[in-house]
């Protein structure tokens, strides 16, 4: 049994095999991938979230609708609802996505006319949600009625430039609003 030794490659056989090198393009695609790949998992993540904030903001909508539809019937009166309870009703409904407990605030006020209404965001001076001035006024029958919620929804996405926060810790302020003359109920 006898065992060859391969030849041995001078100079000019290195040469060679870094120009080989040079043109191999067996990697390419993973180095390629590579470039791509945070750019491409950022925009998918960034779509995602806005999705999921904007489906949340219609079921937050929603949710202000129905419950704001107890008041304009006199049903949220006539059960002496309080805060707590209207609460209640618009938690039930987004329950899903949030959490409700100190997260989400409303305000329902009664107006003269609907030229009356003031619908400015509740923030201080500086940006931040300021709950303190809201109220739990349902009103009677024919009163002009509006009814507001807000929640801090937490924005995650924060690459590329792009972000959905529009509060200055880092959450996006979801708001919903109804405004309505409530029906001429007896009570």
């Known amino acids: 049994m006898s065992f060859t030794t391969a030849p041995r490659r001078t100079g000019k056989g290195r040469g060679l095999s870094f120009k080989r090198l040079r043109h ?14 945070l750019p491409f998992f950022a ?3 960034a779509i995602l979230e806005t999705a999921l904030m904007f489906f949340a903001d219609q079921a937050l909508e929603t949710a202000v609708a129905n419950a704001a539809r ?7 009166q006539q059960q002496g609802f309080n805060a707590n309870d209207f609460k209640d009703e618009i938690c039930e409904q987004v ?34 949600l300021a709950p303190g001035d809201f109220i739990y006024e349902p009103g009677n029958g024919g009163d002009i009625v509006t009814v507001r919620a807000f929640y801090e929804w937490p ?10 926060a529009n509060m200055p810790n880092g959450s996006h302020l979801l708001a919903a609003a109804a405004a309505f003359r409530n029906e001429p109920f007896p009570w």
């Open 24 to 37: 191999d393009e067996s990697g390419a695609t993973a180095v390629e991938f590579g470039i791509v790949a």
């Open 95 to 128: 329950m899903s996505l949030f959490g409700c407990d100190a997260d989400l605030v409303f305000d329902v006020r009664t107006y003269p006319t609907f030229e009356a209404i003031d619908l400015t965001k509740p923030v201080d001076d500086d940006g931040n």
């Open 70 to 76: 107890l008041i304009r019937t006199g049903q949220a």
């Open 155 to 164: 924005s995650f996405t924060g690459v590329l430039g792009f972000s959905l």
């Open 43 to 45: 925009l998918m993540f």
